[in-house]
């Protein structure tokens, strides 16, 4: 089984040129991002590092289209997405970038089945075809026996891996992830990290911010980022 | 509360209304310039006006009534009360609940608060006057009735002596109100307009005030706008708590899951089924609202009906709050549409909020 699915596209599958993010903070101007340079292969695993604050989830909120820079280009699988409106923004989101958080954000009242399908039900899918995908996911992530267990039946990681299946509902083009392990202890850290790795070799074009060295260690590629830069890539 | 404003707001008026209607009698003929009983003025010449109200083809039914003050005497001491001098064949005025009616002349029927003052039944002999001199301490239009029936008076208060005879006895008993009427009733044929039969009423007898029941509850409705005002505010008042309530509520419910949304709207959630959901969730509150508020405004309305029924004076049949499903879905209308307009503002900071921003705020938390 491959997953993603993933369009035919053009490599690089994330392109930035000289992005630029700055941030009004008072009165004062804040440079999140500082002329970043960067490209995602597609099929690549990047982990993002570096101290607090030096941009890394600005960077990744650009790359996710969920913000836009102050200057620059963002390219995600050969489409101009930093000039896109939000309407725009969000259908190119739905259907080709998958978030993975820190805080799993599953809906408290949906089961395990139902927070997977919900993108799917935003992208008008059969509601068939939504059960047997979220079943199937469901299943790739190891929880093919939770389906109906709502998040607050499950353990961090149970809920850490609904919330990977939810990522992948819409077949993206890209995975992103911000600390994933960032809630979770040492063993089921590395239950998720094997999982990554897993959805990687089976094809999905991951970009991960994490402090956790593990984590970077287990992908492909690193970014060093330091004050707004990227420092090593 | 805002149930109990809009049953209050409509009750009496419905109350009055069913209450007109209940005999089926749509026209009332009182002295002019008068309501019906308002005084002790009387109408002159009831055969004439009988007569002419009979060459209306539209009028089926007409009702004579005569009002007088009584005393019974017991013994050392006399009861006060009233009683109508009816015809039992076409009398619009009362219910019998035992008994028989007055078919005879020396028949009297009773209400139950005139039974239980004289600690009389059905079948004993009454001494009973029509006139009182407190100078000469005489009674006057003495007469022996027999108690034949107990009757529940429909326009009559719980706490009035009531009763009623055949008018010929009551007229026999004050010889001055001899071919009298204090009020006439007349019901309209099947079809026939009651407002052109009052308009014809009114032209052919130009001693008389014709009131329909439409003229009655514009009257009515005149009297007891204080009532309906108050309502209107305190339903206005209730309703527009509830709104802030209800956007308080979920506004902070927005403010709590500001990273779920953000999630949500991350993962590709359209602005627009964000608000549907925040809105949703303020009609859902206002809903369940509405649900508990029911049961609550029914037995709060049951509670203050009892009291405010209670008033001196006031008709049995009268009810200040009276249930009508009309009202309580005006109220279910008026909270969805408070609840939709409650889950706007909530609903439009929701979809408004900055995702990235947001987000970084949550992670900060």
Request: aromatic share 6%; proline share 4%; charged share 20%.
């Amino acid at each position: 089984m491959s997953w993603p699915a993933a369009a035919e596209v053009e490599s690089p599958i994330v392109s930035l040129r000289e992005v630029r993010r700055d941030y009004a903070l008072g009165a004062e101007r804040v440079h999140a991002l500082q002329g970043v340079t960067l490209d995602v292969d597609r099929g690549d695993y990047v982990a993002i590092v570096g101290p607090s604050g030096c941009g890394k989830s600005t960077l990744l909120n650009l790359i996710g289209v969920i913000d836009q820079p102050t200057s620059g280009t963002v390219s995600i699988a050969g489409k101009r997405v930093d000039a896109m409106s939000d309407r725009e923004a969000t259908q190119f989101r739905l259907r080709n970038i998958g978030f993975v958080f820190q805080r799993f954000y599953l809906l408290p009242i949906l089961s395990a089945l139902e927070n997977v399908s919900l993108p799917m039900a935003e992208a008008n899918v059969s509601k068939r075809e939504r059960a047997e995908r979220a079943a199937e996911l469901l299943k790739y992530v190891g929880l093919g026996n939770r389906e109906r267990h709502r998040p607050s039946e499950l353990s961090g990681g149970e809920q850490q891996r609904v919330a990977i299946a939810r990522a992948l509902a819409n077949r993206p083009t890209l995975l992103l992830a911000d600390e994933p392990t960032g809630e979770l202890d040492a063993r089921t850290g590395t239950e998720i990290i094997s999982l990554f790795q897993r959805l990687n070799a089976d094809g999905t074009t991951i970009v991960v911010v994490t402090h956790d060295e593990d984590l970077a260690s287990a992908a492909a590629r690193k970014v060093h980022m330091r004050d707004g830069k990227v420092v090593v890539g | 509360m805002l149930l109990d404003m809009v049953m209050l707001a409509t009750g009496m008026r419905e109350s009055f209304r069913s209450l007109l209607l209940s005999r089926g009698f749509e026209i009332r003929l009182a002295p002019k310039g008068s309501l019906p009983f308002d005084s002790d003025a009387t109408i002159p010449g009831v055969s004439a006006i009988t007569s002419t109200l009979r060459a209306n083809p539209d009028i089926r039914e007409i009702s004579p009534v005569l009002g007088a003050s009584i005393h019974i005497l017991m013994g050392s001491r006399d009861v006060s009360g009233s009683a109508l001098g009816i015809d039992p064949s076409v009398q619009g005025d009362y219910e019998l609940l035992s008994g028989r009616d007055v078919t005879t002349a020396d028949a009297i029927v009773v209400n139950d608060y005139l039974l239980r003052q004289l600690g009389a039944r059905i079948g004993d002999t009454l001494n009973v006057a029509t006139g009182y001199d407190p100078q000469t301490r005489t009674y006057s239009g003495q007469r022996k009735l027999v108690v034949m029936g107990l009757v529940k008076f429909i326009y009559g208060a719980n706490d009035q002596s009531s009763s009623a005879m055949r008018r010929e006895t009551l007229e026999a008993m004050r010889p001055q109100t001899r071919d009298r009427a204090s009020l006439f009733m007349v019901r309209v044929r099947d079809g026939a307009n009651a407002e052109q039969v009052r308009d014809w009423i009114e032209k052919q007898l130009p001693n008389v005030t014709a009131i329909s029941i439409a003229t009655a509850i514009a009257q009515v409705d005149e009297r007891l706008s204080y009532f309906r005002q108050l309502a209107l505010i305190l339903g206005v008042v209730s309703l527009f708590v509830g709104f802030l309530l209800v956007t308080t509520l979920v506004t902070v419910s927005v403010n709590e899951r500001a990273g779920e949304i953000a999630v949500m709207r991350a993962i590709g959630v359209s602005r627009l089924h964000v608000i549907q959901q925040v809105v949703l969730e303020g009609v859902a509150i206002s809903f369940a609202g509405a649900v508990l508020g029911l049961g609550l405004g029914l037995i709060t309305a049951r509670y203050l009906n009892t009291i405010l029924s209670a008033f001196p004076g006031l008709p049995m049949a009268i009810d200040f709050f009276l249930f009508q499903p009309r009202a309580a879905w005006s109220a279910l209308g008026l909270l969805i549409a408070s609840g939709i307009g409650a889950g706007i503002y909530p609903a439009w900071r929701a979809a408004s909020l900055p995702i990235a921003e947001s987000l970084r705020r949550e992670a900060i938390a």
